[in-house]
């Protein structure tokens, strides 16, 4: 590895992170392929997937030690290409999904042997979960990050979840407080501050919340141009992320590798003129601050 690629992440294995990256880049371009000749078929989840990919990218770049703006530009198309999974939203039909569940007990046994199947979706459903809240949550983050003002702006507006959407739910991908802290985002970033607190007062945190409690502290300390109050949740923010990232279940996951709605969220607190850039971690290995400073 040369002097311009030095990794970021001592813990992270660089060989195989740089497989990682490589199948990444690999894919991108295949995906890009399927979308120009197949423009009908499945064409918000492959964008959905070609985000991912853009995610990745940026994340196993960022951990071996590839250069800034290898970073900020994939995370840029990566908020792009979340921009058209939104802009599809609703053009899919759902995917199957059915539940399964022991009858209850003295019913009578059927073909289905003593299990009750139900179907959660109707054949005409179209899909909603591509464009959940927390999706859009991230999306504007990354947007953020990569210094697209007008994208995160354009993303804040289409945040928002069906009434009842089952995919919503306590283990969900979008939990009940991923959504609040969505909807608080989306608010902040379109102006109404009050708006965005009555979004976050609808907030019941579990304890796995923890990490929701702490982004919620920094909204509100831009909501209420408190430095004190988002640098103090930014630090807590950053002492889960860390503890989550060194977990050994995390290790090998590059959603780990950086702390890409933290950044978010202190860009736009840099933007708000919330806090000065000599206020934010210089040394956070999962902060690189170098990405936001400056003018975009």
Request: hydrophobic share 40%; aromatic share 6%; proline share 5%.
């Amino acid at each position: 590895m040369n002097s311009e690629c030095k990794r970021r992440l001592s813990y992270v294995d660089t060989e195989t992170t740089k497989r990682v990256l490589a199948n990444s880049e690999a894919e991108v371009p295949d995906l890009l392929k399927l979308i120009a000749d197949e423009p009908a078929t499945l064409r918000q989840t492959r964008y959905a997937i070609l985000a991912g990919e853009y995610e990745t990218i940026a994340r196993c770049s960022y951990a071996i030690g590839c250069s800034l703006g290898k970073v900020k530009e994939s995370l840029s198309l990566a908020a792009h290409a979340h921009s058209e999974v939104f802009r599809m939203r609703g053009t899919e039909p759902a995917f199957p999904a059915c539940e399964v569940r022991p009858k209850p007990s003295g019913a009578t046994g059927d073909a289905e042997g003593d299990f009750e199947i139900r179907n959660l979706r109707e054949d005409q459903e179209v899909d909603h979960s591509l464009t959940n809240s927390f999706r859009g949550y991230r999306a504007v983050c990354e947007a953020l990050v990569s210094c697209q003002d007008a994208l995160a702006g354009s993303l804040a507006k289409l945040i928002w979840d069906p009434p009842n959407a089952a995919y919503i739910g306590p283990r969900s991908f979008c939990t009940p407080s991923d959504q609040s802290l969505a909807y608080g985002l989306r608010e902040l970033i379109l102006g109404d501050k009050v708006a965005m607190e009555v979004q976050l007062k609808r907030l019941k945190l579990r304890a796995s919340d923890a990490h929701i409690a702490h982004q919620v502290r920094m909204l509100r300390g831009i909501a209420t141009n408190d430095s004190r109050e988002f640098v103090d949740g930014l630090s807590a923010f950053l002492v889960w992320h860390r503890r989550m990232a060194l977990a050994k279940r995390h290790r090998l996951n590059p959603e780990f590798f950086m702390c890409t709605t933290g950044l978010g969220l202190c860009r736009l607190a840099l933007r708000s003129a919330v806090c000065h850039p000599s206020l934010l971690p210089q040394d956070n290995e999962f902060l690189p601050v170098k990405l936001i400073e400056g003018n975009c």
